[in-house]
């Protein structure tokens, strides 16, 4: 199968009010193909609402998000052109961490070999005979990421740049999955500049800061 040319992320006004409550405001970024753009800020900021709104979890009050032009509802073969981790979920406690891909590698008609490799490449091969109830926190993070990448997606989306993976394993996994042609995650913003750049996985070349629903901030990085 022709994979499809690798899209560009397009945030163009994107507004989300809940009642009263403006939870995102006219936000506009750009993540394109060979980068990855995080967007900064505090707990609360509307970073998760505005991951949602990409991925078609929430519909937008006003503005788009796009992946090459398309909403993500109007992708075709949307696990190879779009992965997502918005929470670590969704797994029984009582199955292994393969036997949990491999459901949903049947349902999406992927590889059989597929779940060896994520699990490789997240450094959980070792734990494949574990029930998922033994995992810890960050363990399952790095399931999640597993299974958003069972695909080899053109896009990944992540509410968490790190995925579960501590500093020191965060470059030397993104380099084995070769994260993404593009990508664009929310992160909670640090303090100090060079403790943003430790975190981000790869290169960043876009910094976008979200404030009360706003973008303040956006610059390049590099």
Same mark, same amino acid.
């Given at each position: 199968?022709?994979?499809?040319? @690798?899209?560009?992320?397009?945030?163009?006004?994107?507004? =989300?009010?809940?009642?009263?409550?403006?939870?995102?405001?006219?936000?506009?970024?750009?993540?394109?193909?060979?980068?990855?753009?995080?967007?900064?800020?505090?707990?609360?900021?509307?970073?998760?609402?505005?991951?949602?709104?990409?991925?078609?979890?929430?519909?937008?009050?006003?503005?788009?998000?796009?992946?090459?032009?398309?909403?993500?509802?109007?992708?075709?073969?949307?696990?190879?052109?779009?992965?997502?981790?918005?929470?670590?979920?969704?797994?029984?406690?009582?199955?292994?961490?393969?036997?949990?891909?491999?459901?949903?590698?049947?349902?999406?008609?992927?590889?059989?070999?597929?779940?060896?490799?994520?699990?490789?490449?997240?450094?959980?091969?070792?734990?494949?005979?574990?029930?998922?109830?033994?995992?810890?926190?960050?363990m399952r993070q790095r399931?999640?990421?597993?299974?958003?990448?069972?695909?080899? @997606?053109?896009?990944?989306?992540?509410?968490?740049?790190?995925?579960?993976?501590?500093?020191? =394993?965060?470059?030397?996994?993104?380099?084995?999955?070769?994260?993404?042609?593009?990508?664009?995650?929310?992160? =909670?913003?640090?303090?100090?500049?060079?403790?943003?750049? =430790?975190?981000?996985?790869?290169?960043?070349?876009?910094?976008?800061?979200?404030?009360?629903?706003?973008?303040?901030?956006?610059? @390049?990085?590099?």
């Amino acid at each position: 199968m022709t994979r499809a040319v @690798p899209c560009a992320v397009e945030l163009h006004d994107l507004t =989300q009010s809940f009642g009263d409550v403006l939870a995102v405001d006219e936000v506009s970024a750009v993540a394109l193909p060979g980068e990855a753009t995080a967007l900064l800020g505090p707990n609360g900021a509307g970073k998760t609402t505005t991951l949602r709104m990409l991925l078609g979890l929430v519909a937008p009050s006003s503005g788009t998000a796009t992946f090459g032009g398309r909403r993500y509802d109007e992708l075709t073969d949307r696990v190879r052109r779009v992965g997502a981790v918005l929470e670590a979920s969704g797994c029984h406690p009582g199955r292994t961490a393969p036997d949990h891909l491999r459901v949903l590698v049947t349902a999406s008609r992927l590889p059989k070999d597929a779940p060896m490799r994520v699990l490789a490449e997240t450094g959980l091969a070792v734990d494949a005979r574990r029930g998922v109830g033994e995992f810890s926190l960050g363990m399952r993070q790095r399931l999640a990421l597993a299974a958003a990448t069972l695909g080899d @997606p053109d896009v990944l989306v992540l509410d968490e740049r790190r995925g579960g993976l501590g500093p020191g =394993q965060v470059g030397r996994s993104v380099h084995r999955l070769h994260l993404p042609a593009g990508s664009i995650a929310g992160e =909670q913003a640090q303090r100090g500049h060079g403790r943003e750049r =430790q975190y981000s996985g790869a290169p960043c070349l876009l910094r976008t800061v979200i404030s009360a629903g706003c973008v303040v901030h956006g610059v @390049p990085w590099g």
